[in-house]
Each structure stands twice: as C-alpha cells, then as structure tokens.
C-alpha cells in the first residue's frame, strides 16, 4: 500500500540525498544597478532643468525596481515623492527624494 507518510518519506529522502539545505542557501543579492543609473540621470535631466527627462527617468527606475523580487518599496515610495516634487516644480525637493531612494538601493 502507499500511504501519504511513505510518499512524504521518500520525498525527504530524495532531498536530503541531494544535500540541498535550506540553511545552506545563500540570500538573494539584487544588482540594482539600471535602477541606479536611471535615478542617477533623472538627477541630471533636474539639475538641467528638464522636467519630463527626469520623469522619465525616474519611471524607467520604477520599472526596474518593480520587476525585482521583492520589489523595494522604500525606494520606490522615495522615487514616487521625487515625482510628485517634480511635478510641483520643487526641485530641492524632488533631488532629496532622490538621493534617498539611491542610499536605500546602494
């Protein structure tokens, strides 16, 4: 007969014959590296003055963030404040916002 136990015995004994370990795992390291560097240009476009470069920008760094598992959600609420600034045109503001959603992702 084959019960559920025998199935669920076996099945360790697969795994522990693989010796995959959940304690050996090592964590996920994210690179985020495009987001970075889509932030670091909507600081740029700022210090130009152009207003929808860097809106752009800072959507382009959303983007790579949310498509991270997990997403970073500090940083992207800090992305979103910079758009919002950028949008009411405060710009000390806006590059603030920025600055902390790269020290979040550095």
Do not use: C
């Not at 498509?67 to 910079?82: C, F, G, K, V, Y």
């Amino acid at each position: 007969m084959n019960t559920t136990f025998d199935t669920l015995s076996a099945t360790a004994a697969l795994v522990s014959s693989l010796g995959v370990h959940a304690a050996d795992a090592a964590p996920v390291q994210h690179d985020h590296g495009g987001a970075l560097l889509a932030l670091r240009a909507a600081q740029v476009e700022l210090f130009s003055a152009h207003d929808a470069a860097a809106l752009t920008a800072l959507r382009e760094a959303r983007r790579a963030l949310i498509s991270e598992t997990p997403p970073q959600a500090i940083a992207l609420a800090s992305i979103d404040e910079a758009a919002v600034h950028i949008r009411r045109h405060e710009m000390h503001e806006a590059q603030a916002a920025i600055g902390q959603a790269r020290q979040r992702l550095a």
